[in-house]
């Protein structure tokens, strides 16, 4: 598939997204009444956990990408974001996280459900459901938004020279998914992207010391901490 079809799919595809994101986001939040029964909830998160760092030069040829592997503290963070909203909103609920695997993110990530966003994955969301007992699933997915640079949690950098230097957009394109126990989706939310000064996360304006362990230590930390809020922002818009 060449450079200008894979653009031009992606870009479809990030339509179809936002609109059916759009759709969901039209239902209203989430109330103690809408909620009358639950006893159980679990929380997976099915995050990539290889975060993309972009640097966006003068040319293509100045452009450059590099990848930090968070080890898991992604969807470790994801689930205890999630916990910590469900839990200050609803007190009574019985709460399980569920360890993160890595082979259901992939799953889920391996190509476009057009049913539903975790359409990949939901006979995996109904065992979770049966296993754990819960009433109802807090899913944590990647997505890709209209206009927007990078799928999943990363960063990306315009500057085209070192005077130019400005803000990183550090994005978490994430969607906080609710799943009954048949693995139908609810409702979902997302939440924002941010800004943040790319001298904060020690990076030259062409990244070429990301390898530095400090520099890399300041980057995920940043990533880690846009999840946060924008999970917070995505559970806070779906009534919890």
Known sequence: ??????????????????????????????????????????????????????????TVFNNDRAVVN??????????????????????DWTLVPVPADQALAKKNNSSIS???????????????????????????????????NGRGVGIWIRALSKESLGNALVHAHVLLVLVDKNGTEITVRSGSDGNVPVSELGLNYDISNFKDPQVQERVSAAMRKQLGIALSEAAARMGY
């Open 70 to 91: 968070q080890q898991g503290e992604l969807n470790r963070t994801a689930i205890s974001v999630v916990e910590q909203q469900l839990h200050s909103a609803r007190p």
């Open 1 to 58: 598939m060449s450079w200008r079809i894979r653009r031009v799919f992606s870009s479809a595809m990030a339509c179809i997204v936002v609109a059916v994101l759009l759709s969901a986001c039209a239902s209203a939040p989430r109330s103690f009444d809408s909620d009358k029964g639950v006893k159980k909830v679990a929380i997976v998160s099915m995050l990539e956990e290889n975060a993309p760092v972009v640097h966006i030069g003068f």
């Open 114 to 148: 057009w049913t539903a966003f975790t359409g990949n994955v939901k006979e995996d969301l109904q065992r979770i459901a049966r296993d754990t007992g819960a009433d109802l699933v807090f899913a944590v997915v990647d997505t890709t938004r209209e206009n927007s």
